[in-house]
């Protein structure tokens, strides 16, 4: 019986007084769990006792079956060694099919052959069974297969554990790699059509497919749609009612990290069929096939207004050509042109040098003392001559560079005589 906490008496809080007067109540323990805890404490079994009791009687519910066996379909040997010592406290680390000695058929073992398999590892691995093959208890294992035959004879919690069994995943080849595409892909499109809401699913189909079937094989699973969950690998939320909150937590905690891994996988599932398509021979093919044929519809499309194209291509071209020839040519005359006036213009200032360092050069005709006079009125001499004066004067001093002086003063004279420069801004000279 529950019963909830006395109210405070009267003249307590006004905020206590909202509350109801309190109703004793019976409340009784319910579901799987508690007639398990139930019938163990009646019976004064163990945890250990009442598996093996249980592992018993589902043996006799596979005598009762008298299932057809068919060894092939199973392990002669545990398929990992390394489960005999795993820890049954951590159960969901393991490996469920080889632990019933499925690791061959995995998800496509169906409900009769998981009964049978498990008939076949209780009878060979059950403690009783151990201690008299002089083994010693593995009580661990034993337990492992019982979570294991639990879970994938449950069909929710079997579809659970297949969602992530990634062994049972086949991984595409190597990229680079050479390899046969229907060999190499059949087998992973196999694997993930396991998880199709659809089915059937279609097939990927040979080398000699029709390109309507190759269409609708990529169509489908461009849309594919998927069952696969993660809930097998959510945190274990604690059984504890007292702490809801905490309860809560971890249930939106293990929702965020299933819709991750959920998104995760889409992902990767829209990559490995668009990487498919990318490496499938008939694609290509069809492109191919499709590309000549339009390029042969648009040649015969064209087959009239060809020889006019090819006779307008050709003037096309050759105006294009007489105009590059003009342009080049007009190019090349302008550079020439430039080239003379640079020319000129470097010979005028090389002409004006000679002129200007005459003085310098006849030291200063013997006057030494009117070096700054003489430079002066030489620069004016010079500034003031056309460029045929120019030429003459300094061929003249070139010539006969001791008559330097001689050659300036008739230059002055005429530049006088004719108004150009006054005698009296020249006076060495003049």
């Known amino acids: 019986m529950f019963s909830l906490p006395i109210l405070p008496a009267e003249g307590a ?12 109540r019976p ?37 009762e079956s008298n299932v057809d066996p068919d060894e092939a379909l199973f392990d002669d040997e545990l398929a990992d060694e390394t489960l005999l010592e795993h820890d049954p406290r951590d159960w969901k680390t393991a490996d469920l099919y080889a632990a019933m000695g499925l690791s ?22 059950h403690p009783d069974k151990q201690s008299q ?42 990229k680079g790699s050479q390899y046969d595409f229907f060999e190499a892909w059949t ?9 199709s809401k659809k089915q059937p699913v279609p097939q990927l189909g040979d080398a000699n497919s029709s390109k309507k079937e190759v269409e609708q094989f990529y169509t489908f699973w461009h849309r594919f749609e998927s069952w696969r969950t993660f809930e097998f690998l959510d945190e274990d939320v604690p059984d504890d009612s007292s702490n809801r909150d905490h309860k809560r ?66 003037a096309e071209a050759e105006a294009k050509a007489k105009a590059e020839a003009e342009a080049a040519a007009a190019a090349a005359a302008k550079a020439d042109k430039k080239k003379a006036k640079e020319a000129a213009k470097a ?12 003085a310098k050069e006849q030291e200063y005709f013997g006057d030494a003392d009117q070096s700054a006079a ?43 005589d004719s108004g150009v420069l006054p005698s009296s801004v020249v006076p060495y000279f003049a």
């Open 187 to 195: 087998p992973v499109f196999e694997s993930e059509a396991r998880f």
């Open 249 to 314: 937590y971890i249930e939106r905690k293990n929702k965020s990290a299933r819709d991750k891994k959920k998104s995760a996988d889409n992902a990767r599932l829209v990559k490995l069929v668009e990487r498919a398509m990318s490496e499938d021979p008939r694609i290509k093919q069809f492109k191919e096939e499709e590309k000549k044929e339009k390029e042969r519809r648009k040649w015969e499309r064209e087959a009239g207004a060809r020889a006019e194209a090819e006779a307008k291509a050709k």
């Open 27 to 63: 409340i009784e323990p319910v579901g799987t769990a508690f007639l398990h805890h139930a019938t163990r404490t009646l019976r004064n079994h163990t945890w250990s006792e009442f598996e093996k009791i249980q592992a018993e009687q589902n043996v006799k519910k596979v005598d």
């Open 104 to 125: 061959k058929l995995r998800y496509r073992a169906t409900e009769e052959q998981i009964i049978k398999a498990h008939r076949r590892q209780v009878i060979k691995y």
């Open 347 to 358: 010979a005028k200032k090389k002409n004006k040098r000679a002129i200007r360092n005459c």
């Open 133 to 174: 093959r002089g083994h010693g208890q593995q009580d661990g294992f034993f337990k492992i297969i019982q979570k294991a035959f639990e879970y994938l004879t449950d069909k929710n919690k079997r579809l659970q554990y297949d969602s992530c069994d990634f062994i049972a995943d086949v991984q595409p080849p190597k």
């Open 374 to 416: 003489i430079d002066e009125q030489i620069g004016l001499i010079v500034d003031s001559l056309n460029d045929e004066q120019l030429v003459f004067v300094a061929e003249k001093i070139k010539a006969n560079g001791a008559e330097s002086k001689t050659v300036l003063q008739a230059i002055t004279k005429e530049l006088v």
């Open 13 to 24: 809080s006004s905020e206590t007084n909202k509350f109801t007067e309190a109703i004793r």
